[in-house]
């Protein structure tokens, strides 16, 4: 296994801005970085799930064809758009009621989302093959790419959460928070065209 350039690969594919990224950063700007940990524990566990259930093979058959890929690949820039859509309207949290406000998606949506989000399964479809060797037993490499990306993905969510507090900070008035929101939404869905082409 070449653990430098692995650890490379996933510090890059993991803190470049992307879907994941990028909902965490608007949620912690409205919600602060507490009531988003859960989500980004789902996206951490989620995604290290999924490299393994794709290293496994259990992802080949929708690979192998054409018009569940493409299924999958429109289902998820759909639901992306949807939640662009979210992050854009979010009304900015009322004084008093910042507790009571809930980030976009928890543990449970975070860790499912990872199986709509384009860009995992491009990492995924990407790391498997990249840093295996064939001709060695491919269980342990593929838990230590898994375990890699655990080690690796909730660092990277960090500091977009770190961005997206500070960014919270600064735009303390609904007006500015609605502008930032929408940011966030227009990155999002500009994160899809290089996915869609």
């Known amino acids: 296994m070449d653990w430098?350039?692995?650890?490379?690969?996933?510090?890059?594919?993991?803190?470049?801005?992307?879907?994941?990224?990028?909902?965490?950063?608007?949620?912690?700007?409205?919600?602060?970085?507490?009531?988003?940990?859960?989500?980004?524990?789902?996206?951490?566990?989620?995604?290290?799930?999924?490299?393994?259930?794709?290293?496994?093979?259990?992802?080949?058959?929708?690979?192998?064809?054409?018009?569940?890929?493409?299924?999958?690949?429109w289902a998820g820039a759909a639901w992306l758009l949807v939640l662009a859509w979210k992050i854009a309207t979010a009304p900015p949290p009322q004084p008093g009621q910042a507790a009571a406000a809930r980030p976009p998606l928890g543990f449970i949506g975070g860790a499912l989302f990872q199986w709509v989000n384009p860009k995992a399964w491009m990492i995924a479809a990407a790391v498997v093959p990249a840093f295996t060797r064939p001709g060695e037993p491919m269980l342990p490499q593929i838990l230590a790419i898994a375990l890699v990306f655990l080690a690796i993905t909730m660092p990277c969510l960090l500091v977009w959460a770190g961005i997206g507090v500070s960014a919270g900070r600064v735009l303390r008035s609904p007006a500015r928070l609605r502008a930032f929101n929408i940011a966030m939404a227009l990155l999002l869905v500009a994160s899809l065209v290089p996915m869609l082409r």
Do not use: D, K, W
């Open 4 to 73: 430098l350039p692995l650890f490379g690969f996933a510090i890059a594919s993991s803190v470049t801005p992307g879907p994941n990224v990028l909902m965490v950063a608007a949620a912690a700007a409205g919600h602060g970085m507490r009531r988003v940990l859960p989500h980004m524990l789902g996206i951490t566990v989620g995604f290290g799930g999924m490299i393994l259930l794709v290293g496994l093979g259990l992802a080949g058959p929708l690979l192998a064809s054409r018009l569940l890929h493409e299924v999958l690949r």
